[in-house]
């Protein structure tokens, strides 16, 4: 499930938004005014950002421009009733990805969205997401929202294989052969020490518990 930041001070079109979004089948948040959605964006690394360009506080485009800034590249889509070419033109060199008009055709908004979320993943199949958890297959760099998260090698390997299976339940076999391999002959609480280390490191400023423990069998990644 894609989860989608709706930034739109217009309560009604952000309810109506919300509601079209949701029958889609995508998680959606919604915030009203621009400080609240920057800190929103950076906060839960959602897939992609509809993004209105008249707000209070902080506009759209420099929530565009900070968001490019800080390393971001969620695709953001700005919803306004500018239509000049200048206007255009200013929205895609803040960090745009796409442009719509108020008033808005539904289904040409929806495609818009699949189109770029699409690419999205097409782009950067070595990066996992899972709520605002992130993992660079690549270069090995795991986020809870912007902060860093330093793992030892087995901390890692253990994270990468719950992030690759979110919400299905492992088993401690399963988890014991594929990150300490098959011939482990260690303590068998092994499991149950790494997942306290990760814990401490993806709580440490007091975040949601993510990995939870299935008794009996082993853990999931889930809310």
Not at 31 to 45: H, P, Q, S, Y
Request: aromatic share 8%; proline share 3%; glycine share 6%.
């Amino acid at each position: 499930m894609n989860k989608i930041l709706v930034i739109e001070d217009e309560q009604k079109l952000a309810k109506f938004l919300e509601l079209e979004l949701q029958y889609e089948g995508y998680e959606v948040v919604v915030v009203n005014d621009g400080v609240t959605g920057l800190a929103t964006a950076k906060e839960i690394n959602p897939d992609l950002i509809l993004l209105d360009w008249m707000l209070p506080r902080i506009s759209g485009l420099e929530i565009c421009r900070r968001l490019r800034t800080s390393g971001s590249k969620v695709p953001i889509i700005l919803l306004t009733a500018k239509d000049e070419i200048n206007d255009r033109v200013a929205g895609l060199d803040a960090g745009a990805d796409d442009y719509i008009l108020k008033p808005f055709n539904v289904p040409e908004l929806l495609a818009r969205f699949r189109a770029h979320l699409r690419r999205s993943n097409e782009e950067d199949p070595d990066q996992l997401h899972f709520l605002d958890l992130s993992l660079n297959r690549r270069t090995r760099e795991v986020k809870r929202g912007q902060r860093s998260i330093e793992l030892t090698a087995t901390e890692y390997d253990l994270m990468e294989y719950l992030i690759s299976n979110p919400r299905q339940v492992l088993t401690r076999d399963q988890i014991l052969h594929k990150v300490w391999g098959y011939d482990f002959g260690g303590d068998s609480n092994i499991i149950e020490v790494y997942v306290r280390y990760l814990r401490l490191k993806l709580e440490s400023n007091k975040e949601k518990r993510i990995i939870q423990t299935v008794r009996g069998v082993g853990y999931v990644l889930k809310e």
